[in-house]
């Protein structure tokens, strides 16, 4: 009776051991494809592709993001600018660092932001600060150049002619950088500012620079409207103001 049970007992072990051997074996590829599943529902919520958001951007951008995904080293975009491209959390600076690393990563992607309080472009170009811009090797760099600052102030002639100086400072010592310009944000009821954007527009197009226009994404400068937009000496965007400009140069960035 004995030799009985401990037969039926080992008979009971071996087939607990093999039905949880079956167990095992259906649930692994089944485990294993959940997984693999998980991680591309991952892949394509954080944005998929980068060649899909780099859509919009000129070729220059393009390959070198192409450039990053090869080799490993992100692409460096340096932002500089006045006081308007603030360093502050509520920036668009930074509004706009947040959106291109959901979308490329910051393996794909380095922001580094430089400000210049109340600088114009005779002090950028009489202190040398133009460079940081060197010292920094961008392989991106958008430049909002003083525009406002220099409103009323330098005027736009020597506006151009300083801007020149500075990027042939740039362009020599920083070796195939794309250079994106954009303008100060927008006041209200500006005369001769407007004009001045469009100058330089002008000046981009003629030197083979980038040049976005944010003004697009915000209320008509004739308009009081866009006063909800500024400080209340419009010397700088204020939390609605950093937002559309961030809105817009996302749109520019990543592609939807």
Same mark, same amino acid.
């Given at each position: 009776m004995k030799v009985i049970v401990n037969v039926m007992a080992a008979v009971a072990l071996i087939a607990t051991i093999v039905a949880g051997k079956l167990y095992w074996n259906y649930q692994t590829p089944e485990r294993a494809e959940v997984a693999t599943s998980a991680s591309a529902s991952s892949s394509k919520a954080r944005g998929g592709s980068w060649e899909d958001y780099a859509s919009n951007l000129p070729e220059g951008v393009v $390959?070198? +993001?192409?450039?990053?995904?090869? &080799?490993? $080293? @992100?692409?460096k975009l340096v932002i500089v600018g006045s006081q308007s491209t603030s360093k502050g959390?509520?920036?668009?600076?930074?509004?706009? &660092?947040?959106? +291109?690393d959901e979308a490329y990563g910051e393996a794909l992607v380095d922001v580094e932001v430089y400000e210049y309080k109340e600088m114009n472009t005779l002090d950028f170009v009489r202190s040398d600060t133009y460079e940081d811009i060197v010292k920094?090797?961008?392989? /991106?760099?958008? !430049?909002?150049? !003083? +525009?406002?600052?220099?409103?009323g102030v330098v005027g736009i002639k020597n506006t151009l002619e300083n801007l020149d100086v500075i990027m042939t400072h740039v362009t020599?010592?920083?070796?195939? /950088?794309?250079?994106?310009?954009? @303008?100060?944000?927008?006041?209200?009821?500006?005369?001769?500012?407007?004009?001045?954007? $469009?100058e330089l527009a002008s000046f981009a197009k003629e030197n083979n620079?980038? !040049? /976005?226009?944010?003004?697009?994404?915000?209320?008509?400068y004739k308009?009081?409207?866009? +006063?909800?937009y500024l400080s209340e000496d419009q010397r700088q965007p204020n939390k609605k103001g950093h937002e559309t400009w961030a809105e817009f140069l996302t749109e520019y960035f990543v592609a939807s």
């Open positions: $390959e070198k +993001l192409a450039d990053a995904s090869e &080799t490993g $080293e @992100p692409m959390e509520n920036g668009w600076p930074a509004l706009l &660092t947040e959106k +291109l920094a090797q961008p392989d /991106v760099l958008l !430049f909002e150049p !003083f +525009l406002l600052n220099d409103n020599d010592e920083v070796e195939d /950088v794309v250079t994106i310009l954009q @303008p100060s944000q927008p006041i209200y009821n500006a005369v001769n500012y407007p004009v001045e954007v $469009e620079y980038e !040049f /976005v226009n944010h003004w697009e994404a915000w209320p008509d308009s009081e409207e866009i +006063l909800d």
